[in-house]
């Protein structure tokens, strides 16, 4: 990572958490070097194939406690190896201050957007005042340059 470590990630604040998709987005810097760095946390989900290794001499589980425990119901804080254990983590750094807005909690609001609305205010003062710049990746997926390993589907008009 060009001399930068996660380790070396000094936390400042948290940008939104999402508890139930198991995701938070937390804003910090790497000593001695200029600009903001934005993270993601998220834990993967489980694969079938790991659950089916919870029993027996190979289980994962390293250490278990019960918390609650009431008639038929029992639950419990299992620590588990590390392979199970892992978090994917996304790194955008240096991160412009753009992104650090979108992924500050902010308030939610549904409003419903007609052709008329997006032309009149959508189009004009979102969509066209995107730096190209910004949408580079969206060009490296469509130029084939990156992430050609996750394309699925690919001809002429489209690109899954």
Sequence with gaps: MEGRSLKDFVYERTLTLHGDLKKIYILGHFPGQ????LVKLEK???EEAQVK????????ILEEAMYFNNDVYHKYFLQLA????KVQCDLVYPVPDD????????PKHIFRETAEIYHKYTKPFFIDKIPDSHIQWVYNIIDKSKE???T???NELFTL
């Design 44 to 46: 993967p989900t489980f």
């Design 152 to 154: 699925v589907f690919r």
């Design 34 to 37: 200029e600009g903001k760095a």
């Design 99 to 106: 992104l650090i807005a979108k992924y500050t909690e902010s």
């Design 82 to 85: 590390p392979e199970i254990s």
């Design 53 to 60: 290794l919870f029993t027996g001499e190979s289980s994962p």
């Design 148 to 150: 050609t390993e996750l």
